[in-house]
T-cell receptor
Framework: DTGVSQDPRHKITKRGQNVTFRCDPI?????LYWYRQTLGQGPEFLTY????????KSRLLSDRFSAERPKGSFSTLEIQRTEQGDSAMYLC?????????????FGEGSRLTVL | KNQVEQSPQSLIILEGKNCTLQ??????????LRWYKQDTGRGPVSLTI?????NTKSNGRYTATLDADTKQSSLHITASQLSDSASYIC???????????FGAGTTVTVRA
């Protein structure tokens, strides 16, 4: 499979617990993006990596959120001390080139439910 | 205010009928406009991408149009099928920017 892979697809957790999501982009894609999507809304930008460098982090990402892409390949998004408001679909996407011309490919998402 | 507005918010059509979805944007300077299809609980899948100079682009039964002067786009679905039931999201890219502007989507329900 050469698509963007996300794991887990679903996560149910209790408030206050930590969760981590993993994203494996399409191989050779050096650009990786994380988005959050709530019901009935379009995705909202969270953060962007070019290779292993995190170039921007949205102010939507509180200090409880951290993302890494240690070797410029897979990425992880960790949420510490989860809150009910963190319940959403977390989407990962990757592209080979910049978005002026490049296609953006999304994964199937990781749905988080915080009880 | 969202820089990408879609209408209608939702619509129901009978199988075999056509429908048109609208997207208005204020993103500037404009680079390109994309339409994505998102099935419930799945990630978005690209349908079309159009640059400033393109007025129309087709992908099977999906045809997108772009009027960069009025900053409007439409997505026309021909001869709808049950599998067309999904959310359709309009996405606009600003020149030299990696952050995309997403519309809230139009939810299409196709009924037999």
């Amino acid at each position: 499979d050469t698509g963007v892979s996300q794991d887990p697809r679903h996560k149910i957790t209790k408030r206050g617990q930590n969760v981590t999501f993993r994203c494996d982009p399409i191989s050779e894609h050096n650009r990786l993006y994380w988005y959050r999507q709530t019901l009935g809304q379009g995705p909202e930008f969270l953060t962007y990596f070019q290779n292993e460098a995190q170039l921007e982090k949205s102010r939507l990402l509180s200090d409880r959120f951290s993302a890494e892409r240690p070797k410029g390949s897979f990425s992880t998004l960790e949420i510490q001390r989860t809150e009910q408001g963190d319940s959403a679909m977390y989407l990962c996407a990757s592209s080979l080139s910049d978005l002026n011309t490049g296609e953006l490919f999304f994964g199937e998402g990781s749905r988080l439910t915080v009880l | 205010k969202n820089q990408v507005e879609q209408s209608p918010q939702s619509l129901i059509i009978l199988e075999g009928k056509n429908c048109t979805l609208q997207c208005n944007y204020t993103v500037s300077p404009f680079s390109n406009l994309r339409w994505y299809k998102q099935d419930t609980g799945r990630g978005p899948v690209s349908l079309t991408i159009m640059t400033f100079s393109e007025n129309t682009k087709s992908n099977g039964r999906y045809t997108a149009t772009l009027d960069a002067d009025t900053k409007q786009s439409s997505l026309h679905i021909t001869a709808s099928q049950l599998s067309d039931s999904a959310s359709y999201i309009c996405v606009v890219s600003r020149a030299n920017d990696y952050k995309l502007s997403f519309g809230a989507g139009t939810t299409v329900t196709v009924r037999a």
